[in-house]
C-alpha cells in the first residue's frame, strides 16, 4: 500500500518572548493502514491519537521547537511509545516548553525517516529557529515545510533564536531547488508548491521580513 498524507488541524497558544497568539496548527500524518509517522504534534492529543488510531506510530517529528508544535509530543510519545525526533539546535527552544524532559533523538541534515514506503529526508533550514527542518519525500512529491515556507512567503523572524537573512538562505539553497511541481505542506494554513512561490524570492529579500 501507498503511503498517503493526512491533514490535522489542532487549535491553540503559541507562546514566546512575552507573548501569546491564538493559532491553528496542521498536524500532518504520513503513513498507511498500517503504520504512521506524526509531524508537529499540536496541541491536542487526544485528536493525534484518534488520528493514528489502531496503526503503529513509528515517530513523532518535530519540525522545530516552538510551543505550538510540540506542545502535545511528549504525552503522544506516552501514549504511544513512539519517539520524538528534534534537531539537536532547537533544545533551547525545547526547553522552553518541556524543561524537566529530553526529546528523545536528534534530527540530522540528510538523514532519512521511513514509514510505510515514504521516505523523509530531513533539510535543515535555520531561519525561524536555529534547529528548524523541512522533510521532504520526493516519492511523495511534497515537502512538509514547518514554519520556514508559507503561502505567500518565509516564516516569522522577528522574535528570539531567529534571523531572516538565515531564512532566506534556507529557502533559497534548500527549497526552491526542489522540483516546481513540489507540493508544500506548511506548518500553519494552505498549502502551496515550490514553483508558485520561487518567483517572488526577491520580493521578500526587499520587503525584509
Not at 498524507?5 to 500524518?29: C, I, K, Y
Not at 525526533?85 to 528523545?104: A, F, M, N, S, V
Not at 540530522?108 to 533550514?125: K, N, P
Not at 511523495?140 to 533564536?161: C, E, H, I, K, N
Request: glycine residues 12%; proline residues 6%; aromatic residues 6%.
Amino acid at each position: 500500500m501507498t503511503a498517503r498524507v493526512e491533514r490535522l488541524v489542532t487549535s491553540g497558544q503559541f507562546t514566546l518572548d512575552g507573548g501569546t497568539w491564538d493559532v491553528d496548527n496542521n498536524v500532518w500524518l504520513v503513513g498507511d493502514d498500517h503504520e504512521v509517522v506524526v509531524i508537529d504534534a499540536a496541541h491536542d492529543v487526544d485528536a493525534i491519537v484518534d488520528a493514528v488510531g489502531d496503526r503503529r506510530l513509528k515517530a513523532i517529528v518535530c519540525t522545530h521547537a516552538h510551543n505550538d508544535h510540540v506542545n502535545a509530543a511528549p504525552a503522544l510519545a506516552d501514549r504511544t511509545g513512539a519517539v520524538i525526533w528534534l534537531h539537536h539546535d532547537d533544545l533551547p527552544l525545547w526547553k522552553q516548553t518541556h524543561p524537566g524532559r529530553e526529546p528523545g533523538a536528534g534530527l540530522l541534515d540528510g538523514q532519512v525517516i521511513e514509514a510505510a514506503g515514504a521516505d523523509l529526508r530531513v533539510l535543515h533550514t535555520p531561519g525561524h529557529a536555529p534547529g528548524a527542518v523541512c522533510l521532504y519525500d520526493p516519492g511523495l512529491g511534497v515537502v512538509f515545510t514547518g514554519d520556514t515556507l508559507f503561502q505567500g512567503g518565509p516564516g516569522a523572524t522577528g522574535r528570539s533564536y531567529s534571523d531572516f537573512p538565515t531564512i532566506i538562505a534556507s529557502i533559497r539553497d534548500r527549497l526552491l531547488t526542489l522540483p516546481p511541481e513540489t507540493k508544500v505542506l506548511t506548518g500553519h494554513g494552505d498549502p502551496t508548491t515550490i514553483g508558485a512561490e520561487a518567483p517572488h524570492l526577491e520580493e521578500w529579500i526587499a520587503r525584509g521580513h
